[in-house]
């Protein structure tokens, strides 16, 4: 009990979970994040005030990946990946994995009710905001061939695939279905883009998935990976093809280091960057 009163003394509680005067968690919010205190008389009983964890609110959102993390170069892989991604946009994912010999089960892990069956009950997810990165607009793949037996473009695959899957989170509104968006978005990150024009090319193609699928204009966010030179030089332009549906810009430095060595190596001999004096010698500098 005192120590309830010296943290509502000390700093703005947001909330509790179970009974309000024996909880066994406590929720505070600084700069919009949240820090739960977790207390557990019989988990925490080596603490004096039966604190058993504390959580914080960190890493907002989480790239479901389509690209360069995985390795989805077949049918198969790809299959798995949209199947994955429809468990997480219909909140039923499961993995099953071992750890030593006993078989676990990973799911999505439900909303925390804060200040249970008052006037001010709250919810907040427990989940990380989910993005879907496609690959970038220079793959072809032959999970689907065209009318002349050529491989289709795998990003234009990527985004119908991905978004058509994503409308199951948007239209079941379902009190304790587990939802990935809180504004009805759908949220998608677009890596290696080079310059404006290509960043054209996929608001283009935003909105014509979102007239096919009939979804309201704009709903689809992309966040742009900055990664390429006629990007960076030009993020003002990037900005302004892509502003009503940008979210962020992100710098992705293994794509950034290729194209840097690509642009740079047909331009004569490099002097490093941070040589010190031993360097210096052996270079002869
Ligand atoms: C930046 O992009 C705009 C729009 O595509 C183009 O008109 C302009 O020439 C570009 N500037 C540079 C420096 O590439």
């Known amino acids: 009990m005192k120590l309830l009163l010296i943290f509502n003394l000390l700093i703005n509680s947001f909330g509790h979970q179970g009974d309000k005067d024996v909880p066994h968690g406590i929720v505070f919010v600084?700069?919009?994040?949240?820090?739960?205190?977790?207390?557990?008389?019989?988990?925490?009983?080596?603490?004096?005030?039966?604190?058993?964890?504390?959580?914080?609110?960190?890493?907002?959102?989480?790239?479901?990946?389509?690209?360069?993390?995985?390795a989805a170069v077949d049918v198969y892989d790809k299959i798995q990946l949209y199947r994955n991604w429809l468990g997480l946009m219909k909140g039923n994912f499961?993995?099953?994995?071992?750890?030593?010999?006993?078989?676990?089960?990973?799911?999505?892990?439900?909303?925390r009710i804060y200040n249970p069956k008052t006037d001010n009950e709250l919810r907040l997810s427990s989940r990380s905001l989910l993005f879907i990165r496609h690959v970038g607009r220079l793959l072809y793949t032959d999970v689907i061939l065209n009318n002349d037996n050529q491989e289709i473009p795998q990003g234009i695959l990527d985004a119908l695939i991905t978004i058509l899957i994503a409308v199951h989170d948007l239209n079941d509104r379902a009190k304790d279905k587990i939802k990935n968006s809180r504004k009805g978005s759908i949220y998608i990150v677009k890596p290696k883009q080079h310059g404006p024009?290509?960043?054209?090319?996929?608001?283009?193609?935003?909105?014509?998935?979102?007239?096919?699928l009939k979804l309201p204009r704009h709903t689809l966010?992309?966040?742009?990976?900055?990664?390429?030179?006629?990007?960076?030089?030009?993020?003002?332009?990037?900005?302004?093809?892509?502003?009503?549906?940008?979210?962020?810009?992100?710098?992705?430095?293994?794509?950034?280091?290729?194209?840097?060595?690509?642009?740079?190596?047909?331009?004569?001999p490099l002097i490093q960057k941070n040589l010190n004096e031993k360097h210096k010698l052996v270079y002869g500098l």
């Open 221 to 268: 966010k992309v966040g742009i990976m900055d990664e390429e030179r006629r990007t960076t030089i030009n993020l003002s332009a990037c900005i302004r093809e892509s502003e009503d549906r940008l979210v962020f810009i992100n710098t992705g430095f293994l794509d950034r280091t290729g194209d840097e060595i690509h642009t740079s190596m047909e331009a004569g």
């Open 94 to 111: 499961e993995a099953r994995l071992m750890q030593g010999h006993k078989a676990i089960v990973r799911e999505l892990r439900p909303d």
């Open 30 to 70: 600084h700069h919009g994040l949240h820090i739960e205190i977790q207390i557990d008389r019989k988990n925490g009983r080596n603490d004096i005030a039966g604190i058993k964890d504390v959580i914080i609110e960190s890493a907002l959102t989480t790239i479901v990946d389509c690209e360069d993390s995985i």
């Open 197 to 212: 024009e290509e960043v054209t090319f996929t608001s283009h193609l935003c909105n014509r998935i979102e007239d096919l």
